[in-house]
């Protein structure tokens, strides 16, 4: 097997020069790095990551999977699992699982055999059973006792949210909640329920999927039925947006006829007119604590299965009054 | 080195399962699933993928460098380019350059270690020199004539757009441009000068980044200078939605006082009110081409590099007036 001496002789360069290369840790120049390409290809040289990740079965990649960056909060949480992982130097696999338990597993088994380090896993599926054995980080959503998760504390989220509609003059209140298999947006639900207990308000509760169009078409709908209600929490930004373009449809102002919160604190939810108050999660820090959490458990230096909560903050802009009741 | 039978043997399952196991082509059975794991990690045997990574070079991974995933153009992007690499067996590595030469270069040679298949890249700097000897191809953004590139027709979108400002009444137009250092901005204000050529027209042009807080405040200070102005086109969505918040925030009326359109047709510009007529690039198009043209080139089939440009489509909506001039 050739070495890395045999490249630096045939590439006709110093040892050094062939090691900064592969380690990209400083300046080589054109004429060099080709020479050194070619004689890589004519020796069929192994470098060192490559041999290690055959014989330790360990690579320096790292699977996430989520449902899909399409959803504006995905794109963020995205950016801050690269980041972290470039910053100990990983690097990210992207997939994208449509929510389908099905792809999902083809994904897990598929990372496996590409012997990535660990895997950070937005799965849909309550009660996860691990088929592979690799470190996992569940992320934004619990999926199995065993797994560690990172997560926002969505049941204070939703009571914030509540209570806040509540104080500023809210009687009638609907929660436009995520889908049911989510168990953030049971969570959320909680919340809701939590905040409303013992108080003097009418309730109604349905369900939307995390899409505009389809968060719209159900409010509109619904609140045809229901015109008299003055509050909606709605269980993502995402539908809160499609709550705010079917009051617009209807004519009914915000905030003066109806309050509107939404929750993740996606960064476009603060340029809608008016401008969305929202529960912000940190997405940020959700991201770059599962990847060092997951970078953790790859090195071998985390003990225990943990689960980390992380608070979420009431963002107060246009979509909620400016004087409390009463 | 261990085989596929020896597997099969010591996990005590049939050739077929193993091989079943391997290529996610059926069912196989929770408890042959972690026997064969067992064995495989026993035997340390390195499935063929694996094994033809380093013989030939070349593995079923395909990078793609693009700049932000938070601007809200690339996740649409990112789901065509991984749902198509999905398709022909591949996966995609994300990386994401902040625009940054340095960063761009990094990635391209860390995949490069890693034998990625190929790289779909989005760069900022033209005239770029392939200094990997892989398969690429540039996204949305020329980079070399050597490296094949799918792009929309810039100058076409940027005339439709403000033919169509024109058409409506703006006798004034402010360009909010892109960064001088991206081709496709640079392209789009050409179509913009074309559109306006030998027309009665007073014209403003002006730089803004794709950002939306930052096009708010670059065009809140311009138009308090130029208050005649009474149509806009921006460069990207993103700017356009900076636009209209300016506009909201100086009390002018879209678009009875100020037309805009925007360039890129992200989906979230069909939520704001009024919701954004806009230059709808086929964003999954642009992907899923780029996509394709990288495998051929992987896989062989591709004879000559090619240039391949997909032209765009005005969506009117509601930021640009329903009735004609004069």
Redesign the interface.
């Known amino acids: 097997m050739a070495t890395i001496h045999d490249v630096a002789k045939r590439a006709n360069v110093s040892v050094a020069t062939v090691s900064r290369y592969?380690n990209?840790s400083g300046y080589v120049g054109?004429k060099s790095?080709k020479a050194i390409?070619k004689a890589i290809?004519e020796l069929?040289y192994?470098?060192n990551?490559?041999a290690r990740?055959?014989s330790t079965?360990q690579?320096n990649?790292i699977g996430?999977i989520i449902p899909?960056?399409?959803n504006?909060f995905?794109?963020?949480l995205?950016?801050a699992v690269?980041?972290t992982a470039y910053k100990y130097g990983y690097?990210?696999?992207?997939?994208?699982s449509d929510e389908n338990a099905k792809k999902e597993q083809?994904y897990l088994?598929?990372?496996t055999?590409?012997?990535v380090a660990g895997v950070i896993l937005t799965s849909t599926h309550e009660g996860y059973k691990r088929?592979?054995?690799i470190p996992i980080v569940a992320l934004d959503r619990v999926i199995d006792e065993e797994i560690p998760a990172v997560m926002t504390n969505n049941v204070l989220g939703a009571e914030l949210a509540t209570n806040h509609l509540i104080q500023f003059g809210a009687t009638e209140l609907l929660c436009l909640k995520g889908p049911k298999q989510l168990i953030s947006s049971e969570e959320r639900l909680k919340g809701f329920l939590k905040a409303i207990e013992g108080k003097n308000i009418k309730t109604h509760i349905i369900e939307s999927p995390y899409e505009?169009e389809q968060a719209?078409k159900i409010t509109i709908e619904y609140l045809q039925k229901h015109p008299s209600i003055d509050g909606i929490f709605a269980s993502s930004d995402v539908s809160a947006?499609?709550v705010?373009?079917a009051c617009?449809k209807l004519g009914i102002k915000v905030p003066e006829e109806l309050q509107i919160v939404g929750f993740d604190g996606i960064?476009?939810s603060?340029?809608?007119?008016p401008s969305l108050t929202t529960i912000a999660q940190n997405i940020y820090e959700l991201g770059e604590t599962a990847t060092e959490l997951l970078i953790q458990q790859i090195e071998g230096k985390l003990l225990n299965n943990q689960n980390i909560c992380i608070d979420p903050e009431l963002i107060v802009r246009e979509t909620t009054r400016k004087e409390q009741k009463g």
Chains 1, 2 share one sequence.
Do not use: M
Request: include cysteine.
């Open positions: 592969l990209e054109g790095r390409e290809r069929n192994v470098p990551n490559v990740t055959l079965k690579s990649l996430l899909d960056i399409k504006p995905f794109p963020e995205a950016r690269e980041d690097t990210v696999i992207l997939c994208n083809h088994q598929a990372l055999l590409k012997y088929h592979v054995d505009f719209k947006i499609g705010l373009n617009n960064e476009i603060e340029f809608f007119t």
